[in-house]
């Protein structure tokens, strides 16, 4: 009796194995996970220029992919390595006390230790990025929309757009749009400008729905950890907007601080189109809050 059980039993075991061998040779075929890893402490990188005469094509290029190939077989990874991205579950924001926080100018040197802080505290933010910083951070962009945030628009180089002939506004987010969507396969649909400056023409010319805050952070004259904590948590409304940098350590240092007041104050954290989740945002208006 036990004999010939056994022997089913050993039969049975030699068809798993050899089936868990076709499984693995396919797992291991795939390379996405630690090209995100690498870029996870982020190169330390120039900060974004918000100097109007920056010139974009002196930024430094990506090696990023370029020695992607020689990299070796990535070990497969036990399942509990990694925290699950938690599911973005769909929140009411008429029901609930939605704020969005939004950073912009990145990514850059700090936004790895960011989205590290985002993810422990399962927290979904929005970012608006410059595009000539896109080449610099591929594995932090991807990361982003892997990770449940929003990317947005912010400019190619951010410069006062209102000083800019209509066609050239145009070339800023157009080539920003592009470099997104190389990256993530998604392209933006929510615009904010630089400085807030806007006009009825570039209005036109971004045709995209313009996002500005309610709460102004000013995280990037201070540079204060501690005043960015008091501002981030006592400021922001109900279905607030709350403008950050994540280009500045001081503001990357509140973050974790004021994700905590904020949910002691019962907000719920949303990206902004999360925030207007329901309505139609009209390409060339302004929204500051919901
Ligand atoms: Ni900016």
Not at 7 to 22: E, I, R, S
Not at 98 to 106: E, H, K, N
Not at 203 to 225: E, F, I, K, T, Y
């Amino acid at each position: 009796m036990v004999r010939g059980r056994s022997c089913v039993v050993f039969a049975l075991l030699g068809l798993m194995l050899a089936a868990g061998c076709g499984h693995s040779t396919t797992q291991r075929a795939e390379p996405s996970r630690t090209r995100d890893a690498g870029d996870r402490t982020g190169d330390p990188q120039p900060s974004a220029s918000t100097e109007p005469g920056h010139d974009p094509s002196t930024s430094p290029a990506s090696q990023e992919d370029e020695v992607a190939p020689q990299r070796p077989e990535p070990e497969p990874e036990p399942p509990t390595a990694e925290p699950p991205v938690p599911p973005s579950s769909r929140v009411d924001c008429s029901l609930r006390k939605c704020v969005a926080l939004t950073f912009d100018d990145g990514p850059g040197a700090y936004t790895g230790r960011l989205l590290d802080q985002l993810r422990a505290a399962h927290v979904h933010a929005t970012f608006f990025l410059l595009g000539q910083n896109v080449a610099g951070h591929r594995g932090l962009v991807r990361r982003m929309v892997e990770e449940g945030h929003e990317v947005g628009n912010h400019s190619w180089s951010h410069p006062d757009l209102t000083t800019l002939p209509s066609w050239e506004v145009r070339a800023q987010v157009r080539r920003t749009q592009q470099a997104v969507q190389d990256v993530t396969g998604v392209a933006p649909v929510l615009f904010r400008p630089p400085y807030g400056a806007v006009d009825g023409r570039v209005a036109d010319a971004v045709g995209m729905p313009l996002v500005l805050w309610s709460v102004d952070s000013l995280d990037w004259l201070h540079r204060d950890v501690r005043r960015n904590i008091i501002v981030g948590v006592r400021q922001p409304r109900r279905g607030g907007i709350v403008l950050f940098h994540d280009i500045h350590r001081p503001t990357v240092a509140a973050v974790p601080s004021v994700l905590e007041g904020l949910r002691e104050r019962g907000f719920t954290f949303v990206t902004v189109s999360e925030l207007f989740d329901g309505r139609t945002l009209t390409p060339g208006h302004r929204y500051a809050g919901r």
